[in-house]
T-cell receptor
Framework: KAGVTQTPRYLIKTRGQQVTLSCSPI?????VSWYQQTPGQGLQFLFE???????NKGNFPGRFSGRQFSNSRSEMNVSTLELGDSALYLC???????????FGSGTRLTVV | AQSVTQPDIHITVSEGASLELRCNYSYGATPYLFWYVQSPGQGLQLLLKYFSGDTLVQGIKGFEAEFKRSQSSFNLRKPSVHWSDAAEYFC????????????FGKGTKLSVIP
């Protein structure tokens, strides 16, 4: 059974650019969540999607957005990149929270 | 709002010694509790979870955790640590009704002395 797949694994972008990260959940999982991990702030919740609808959103600026497609694949976009956006972005999928959340290996974004 | 505290930033143990990683949470009702492990440059792997029922939960890799409501704790234990257990460990709570959001602790880095 394939796990959660995140692409790309690594990205280097310049300040002011935008970036799109992709997440393919485990087959059958309808919920996809995104987290940002930095050494200073730790793991912080960005947003969660279920059946193409955003159900929860964390405390991040509007530059951070996401969407989910009908096949449950999800993308997150960060516009006008700042140096502080450098982080490991993790995606997690879940069939139902009673079953727990499975995380992908993450996308390491470096903004220069 | 829910919160999680992992009081120990870094713990060093000898291989073969027992391990206990502490986790305290803040939430009014019975929370959904998780322990995850992360190796450098990798994602998070679920070790175990607690939702209800038996307060002693068994997980993968020989780990277990005990939910203590009176102490708002969910400590992770392993009777004998292996060098491959060196990693960072995160406790998380998912509690808000209808929410799939996890709130994580800051993590505990485990070093293992051969």
């Amino acid at each position: 059974k394939a796990g959660v797949t995140q692409t790309p694994r690594y990205l280097i972008k310049t300040r002011g650019q935008q970036v799109t990260l992709s997440c393919s959940p485990i087959s059958g999982h309808r919920s996809v969540s995104w987290y940002q991990q930095t050494p200073g702030q730790g793991l912080q919740f960005l947003f969660e999607y279920f059946s193409e609808t955003q159900r929860n959103k964390g405390n991040f600026p509007g530059r951070f957005s996401g969407r989910q497609f009908s096949n449950s694949r999800s993308e997150m976009n960060v516009s006008t990149l700042e140096l502080g956006d450098s982080a490991l972005y993790l995606c997690a999928s879940s069939f139902d929270r009673d079953y727990g959340y499975t995380f992908g290996s993450g996308t390491r974004l470096t903004v220069v | 709002a829910q919160s999680v505290t992992q009081p120990d930033i870094h713990i060093t143990v000898s291989e073969g010694a027992s391990l206990e990683l502490r986790c305290n949470y803040s939430y009014g009702a019975t929370p959904y509790l998780f322990w995850y492990v992360q190796s450098p440059g990798q994602g998070l792997q679920l070790l175990l979870k607690y939702f209800s029922g038996d307060t002693l939960v068994q997980g993968i890799k020989g780990f277990e955790a005990e939910f203590k409501r009176s102490q708002s704790s969910f400590n992770l234990r392993k009777p004998s640590v292996h060098w491959s257990d060196a990693a960072e460990y995160f406790c998380a709570v998912g509690a808000e009704a209808g929410s799939y959001q996890l709130t994580f602790g800051k993590g505990t880095k485990l070093s293992v002395i051969p």
